[in-house]
T-cell receptor, first 115, second 113 residues
Framework: DQQVKQNSPSLSVQEGRISILNCDYT??????FLWYKKYPAEGPTFLISISSIKDKNEDGRFTVFLNKSAKHLSLHIVPSQPGDSAVYFCAASEAGGTSYGKLTFGQGTILTVHP | KAGVTQTPRYLIKTRGQQVTLSCSPI?????VSWYQQTPGQGLQFLFE???????NKGNFPGRFSGRQFSNSRSEMNVSTLELGDSALYLCASTAGSSYNEQFFGPGTRLTVL
């Protein structure tokens, strides 16, 4: 039962263009969402997050959009740079005592940005 | 501020052995979570510790255990290793409240032969 899904295993984008990474979730108890970037042989690096009370959060070149009714979120990277090439994970957490410290991750999307 | 550190970075064990992995969180962080990453299952939550108490546990067998010390450092132990335990084991720390981002260490790559 995969509660967080990233349906695109890979995405290829030209440098300078927009990268859009998508994520769907099924658990309506999720109320906080995060994006992480991961390079080989390193741990995931936190990028940006969004609470369910918002529908958009921006940080520099990164913007996350949340559509609660569709249970869908997306990460936009503008402009894309070759250094953005990595695996991107979407993650979600529930509020409440039974969910302490637990993030539920998607399977990841490999982003390749071509010069 | 130093990041999350994990030791050792690489480990090779044989079936039936046990292993202990260590994690030192970011200074001031009191919550440590552990995850297992495999190609087939992705990143899966093992357990979380806060102030030396396990507050949450994922769906892993009892062979997987952990503990946290008074300085917030954490260890996880896997007993009676199986081939399927080969994975990247990641720990992450956070200050402990509900909506804090988790910061990950580089992981320990465990290979079971």
């Amino acid at each position: 039962d995969q509660q967080v899904k990233q349906n695109s295993p890979s995405l290829s984008v030209q440098e300078g263009r927009i990268s859009i990474l998508n994520c769907d979730y099924t658990n309506s108890m999720f109320d906080y969402f995060l994006w992480y970037k991961k390079y080989p042989a390193e741990g995931p690096t936190f990028l940006i997050s969004i609470s369910s009370i918002k529908d958009k959060n921006e940080d520099g070149r990164f913007t996350v959009f949340l559509n609660k009714s569709a249970k869908h979120l997306s990460l936009h990277i503008v402009p894309s740079q070759p250094g953005d090439s990595a695996v991107y994970f979407c993650a979600a957490s529930e509020a409440g005592g039974t969910s302490y410290g637990k993030l539920t991750f998607g399977q990841g999307t490999i982003l390749t940005v071509h010069p | 501020k130093a990041g999350v550190t994990q030791t050792p970075r690489y480990l090779i064990k044989t079936r039936g052995q046990q292993v202990t992995l260590s994690c030192s969180p970011i200074s001031g962080h009191r919550s440590v979570s552990w995850y297992q990453q495999t190609p087939g299952q992705g990143l899966q939550f093992l357990f979380e510790y806060f102030s030396e108490t396990q507050r949450n546990k994922g769906n892993f067998p009892g062979r997987f255990s952990g503990r946290q010390f008074s300085n917030s450092r954490s260890e996880m132990n896997v007993s009676t290793l199986e081939l399927g335990d080969s994975a990247l084991y990641l720990c992450a720390s956070t200050a402990g409240s509900s909506y804090n981002e988790q910061f990950f260490g580089p992981g320990t790559r465990l290979t079971v032969l």
